[in-house]
């Protein structure tokens, strides 16, 4: 099946940093997902994002799916981005079976 | 803005014991799932339903898994013997085309004892 892999696994951010999540996926998708786990372990939808870019607050996400990839941008982040990132793709030829990336921790310090 | 919910949001079970999790997708939603999460790992996918019957499953969804859409509002998952490795969140999700977001539930979280 596809892999995605999520890097960095974990990361500390000062309140007001920057910060760029990325996810690596081996083969050819027809969609993608970026979700935020939050520390109560709810999945939030952030992206829904087979291509392109898009933006929403401080957050935006971009997909080259030509090169298997997609890029998360936290900007001025804020203690309430803390949690864990995840990508999800579907498997090759389908659409329902979706697999999870491996996830990217986030704490963001006061 | 309408939203999955699932019921129990915990559950505490005994080894070998039945449980059944409970889901309300959203109202005018085709495709439904079930994921479920060990703790400290990733989102796993276990099956997706559509039409009435499975349209694809995982190889963890194995005969003691089952799910069901009893009426026109409840989509649920049966666990009919429980393990201690079946210990985990699990997550409901939905949408109304399969291109489209799939939208999450809060979860339900399961302990086995």
């Known amino acids: 099946g596809i892999q995605v892999e999520q890097s960095p696994p974990d990361l500390i951010l000062q309140e007001g940093a920057n910060s760029t999540l990325r996810c690596n996926f081996s083969?050819?998708?027809?969609?993608l997902q970026w979700f935020h786990q939050n520390p109560w372990g709810q999945l939030i939808n952030l992206f829904y994002?087979?291509?392109g870019t898009k933006q929403n607050g401080r957050l935006s996400a971009t997909t080259v799916a030509t090169e298997r990839y997609s890029l998360l941008y936290i900007s001025s982040s804020q203690t309430t981005d803390s949690g864990v990132y995840f990508c999800a793709v579907p498997n090759s030829g389908g659409y329902q079976k979706v697999t999870f990336g491996t996830g990217t921790k986030l704490q963001v310090i006061p | 803005e309408p939203e999955v919910t699932q019921t129990p949001s915990h559950q505490v079970t005994q080894m070998g014991q039945e449980v059944i999790l409970r889901c309300v997708p959203i109202s005018n939603h085709l495709y439904f799932y079930w994921y479920r999460q060990i703790l400290g790992q990733k989102v796993e996918f276990l099956v997706s339903f559509y039409n009435n019957e499975i349209s694809e499953k995982s190889e963890i969804f194995d005969d003691q898994f089952s799910v069901e859409r009893p009426d026109g509002s409840n989509f649920t998952l049966k666990i009919r013997s429980t393990k201690l490795e079946d210990s985990a969140m699990y997550f409901c999700?939905?949408?109304?085309?399969?291109?489209?977001?799939?939208?999450f539930g809060p979860g339900t979280r399961l302990l086995v004892l």
């Open positions: 083969d050819s998708v027809n969609n």
């Open positions: 999700a939905s949408n109304l085309r399969e291109r489209e977001t799939q939208y």
């Open positions: 994002i087979p291509s």
